[in-house]
T-cell receptor, first 112, second 115 residues
Framework: DAGITQSPRHKVTETGTPVTLRCHQTENHRYMYWYRQDPGHGLRLIHY???????DKGEVSDGYSVSRSKTEDFLLTLESATSSQTSVYFC???????????FGQGTRLTVV | AQSVTQLGSHVSVSEGALVLLRCNYS??????LFWYVQYPNQGLQLLLK??????LVKGINGFEAEFKKSETSFHLTKPSAHMSDAAEYFCAVSDRTGTASKLTFGTGTRLQVTL
């Protein structure tokens, strides 16, 4: 899968705890994205990055923060997890506009 | 804001029959258009994309899609379905401004292929 690794692949956490998901790429692509997938909603963009330390919000950014300290790593943090954040999270990468994006295998997060 | 509508959350076809999955977009300027496939418990795989060259785009696994500006559509077709085509399919768009490939997805269509 286009040199993208997400970790962990599965996680169960309790409400109110912080959670960090990691995305690592080996393609040296400029852009990295975090999406969440929920039944009936397709995939929705949470945050994206256009370079080291350069990030911006997506459609559903409330309750999430991101960081990118190296080209290859993009972290998604849930500061205080809620049950509404139970979802499958996908990291994606792209070299630029018009190319589409290449997706990782996903992380299934359950908040109990 | 862009939006994508996929008509039919579930489509069932017989093996060997035509596959037609519908996608309509809403955008003031024709966007870039994509179809992705997702097999169970996997990530999304790019099937094909339209970026303004030929309006009929051929992708992997025998799929193709035709961009029709007058109908704001980008329907996905395959002449003959195979059991291995059973999966969920997503249409997505990204605009032509900026440099990032931020995607807006439809809600998906689950394709079932029966014997």
């Amino acid at each position: 899968d286009a040199g993208i690794t997400q970790s962990p692949r599965h996680k169960v956490t309790e409400t109110g705890t912080p959670v960090t998901l990691r995305c690592h790429q080996t393609e040296n692509h400029r852009y990295m994205y975090w999406y969440r997938q929920d039944p009936g909603h397709g995939l929705r963009l949470i945050h994206y990055s256009y370079g080291v330390k350069d990030t911006d919000k997506g459609e559903v950014s409330d309750g999430y923060s991101v960081s990118r300290s190296k080209t290859e790593d993009f972290l998604l943090t849930l500061e205080s997890a809620t049950s509404s954040q139970t979802s499958v999270y996908f990291c994606a990468i792209s070299p630029g506009t018009g190319t589409g994006a290449f997706f990782g295998q996903g992380t299934r997060l359950t908040v109990v | 804001a862009q939006s994508v509508t996929q008509l039919g959350s579930h489509v069932s076809v017989s093996e060997g029959a035509l596959v037609l999955l519908r996608c309509n977009y809403s955008s003031s300027v024709p966007p870039y258009l994509f179809w992705y496939v997702q097999y169970p418990n996997q990530g999304l795989q790019l099937l094909l994309k339209y970026t303004s060259a030929a309006t009929l785009v051929k992708g992997i696994n025998g799929f193709e899609a035709e961009f029709k500006k007058s109908e704001t559509s980008f329907h996905l077709t395959k002449p003959s379905a195979h059991m291995s085509d059973a999966a969920e399919y997503f249409c997505a768009v990204s605009d032509r401004t900026g440099t990032a490939s931020k995607l807006t997805f439809g809600t998906g269509t689950r394709l079932q292929v029966t014997l």
